[in-house]
């Protein structure tokens, strides 16, 4: 029953921010990967941001330098500050979690986020 719970999503002004959370309902050690994705109305999904179990990131690049993600393993959250939004970055962004093994993809229901001009 693993469950990925986001939080944080809004409406923002350009230029603003927003720091979204994804709470897993275990260990996120059991995740050797976790992040970001978004998507919109008739697009695949996009990755946003990975975080590795040691630490390592990876970042689109329409988002590197203005959006950071990190984890807390004592909470079992993985979260994305977003600074210097843009009407662009407007999407459902949802958290992802790959398994021990990367043998299966575990999704959030994700967290609408609306960045207005």
């Known amino acids: 029953q693993v469950q990925l719970v986001e939080s944080g999503g809004g409406l923002v002004q350009a230029g603003g921010s927003l720091r979204l959370s994804c709470a897993a309902s275990r260990s996120i050690f059991s995740f050797p990967t976790m992040g970001w994705y978004r998507q919109t109305p008739g697009k695949q999904r996009d990755l946003v941001a990975t975080i590795t179990s040691v630490g390592s990131t990876n970042y689109a690049d329409s988002v590197k330098g203005r959006f950071t993600i990190s984890r807390d393993n004592a909470k079992n959250t993985v979260y994305l500050q977003m600074n210097s939004l843009k009407p662009e970055d407007t999407a459902v962004y949802y958290c992802?979690?790959?398994?021990?093994?990367?043998?299966?993809?575990?999704w959030g229901q994700g967290t609408q986020v609306t960045v207005s001009s």
């Open positions: 992802y979690g790959k398994s021990i093994g990367g043998s299966y993809d575990y």
